[in-house]
């Protein structure tokens, strides 16, 4: 029985029905109960161009700059730390400490999973003791914006860091940048 157990879980954990091997962020339309009830997504017409309510651009969902790697270093973070501290704070909770950890110690408890699922690297350590302090602002909006395997064109199989830029808009993750530099003090 136990064994059957141990199996199934093993098998489970093999399915990936998302973007990635494990699924850390289930989401609610995967589950059949849901799924009926989902409109059919329509399209918008051909040539409209999304706004925001002061008509201005949306950001986050027009077609964004592709930055390099050199090119990211030398980004000036356009939003100020007073205005986004404790914004980029309530981001963290909710899309980083799983792996990350509360206090970004890069202990979160996601971190076993991500070991056991053949990742090579365990979540960084955010705060001024890991790699990230030596980093500047656009390097880590980069990292965050595009996975840390696309950023350093490394292998999107065996790097786990997730991208982001559909996920928040720009000032969402530069706010995480300014957060991030506040947990490095
Ligand atoms: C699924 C787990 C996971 C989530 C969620 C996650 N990260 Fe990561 N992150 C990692 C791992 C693992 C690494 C180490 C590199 C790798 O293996 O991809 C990393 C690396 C990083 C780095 C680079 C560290 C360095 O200096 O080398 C930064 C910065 C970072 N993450 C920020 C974030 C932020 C901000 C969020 C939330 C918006 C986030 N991460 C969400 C797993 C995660």
Not at 94 to 123: E, F, I, Q
């Amino acid at each position: 029985m136990l064994l059957l157990v141990a199996l199934s879980v093993i098998l489970l954990t093999g399915c990936s029905r998302g973007a990635y091997p494990l699924d850390f962020f289930p989401e609610m339309h995967y589950a059949q109960s849901y799924k009926i009830q989902e409109p059919p997504s329509l399209s918008a017409p051909a040539g409209s161009v999304p706004r925001n309510v002061t008509g201005g651009p949306l950001l986050g969902t027009l077609p964004e700059v592709e930055y390099t790697l050199a090119q990211a270093k030398l980004l000036v973070n356009p939003v100020s730390k007073d205005a986004s501290v404790s914004a980029g704070a309530k981001l963290y909770r909710a899309n980083c400490a799983v792996c990350h950890g509360a206090a970004g110690l890069g202990d979160g408890p996601m971190k076993d999973r991500l070991v056991t699922a053949g990742y090579l690297a365990s979540p960084a350590n955010l705060t001024g003791a890991g790699p990230t302090k030596a980093k500047p602002d656009g390097e880590v909006f980069l990292i965050v914006t595009k996975g840390f395997a696309a950023a350093y064109g490394l292998p999107a199989d065996r790097f786990v860091m997730p991208a982001f830029r559909k996920l928040l808009t720009d000032q969402e993750r530069w706010a995480l940048v300014q957060y991030i530099r506040s947990i490095q003090q």
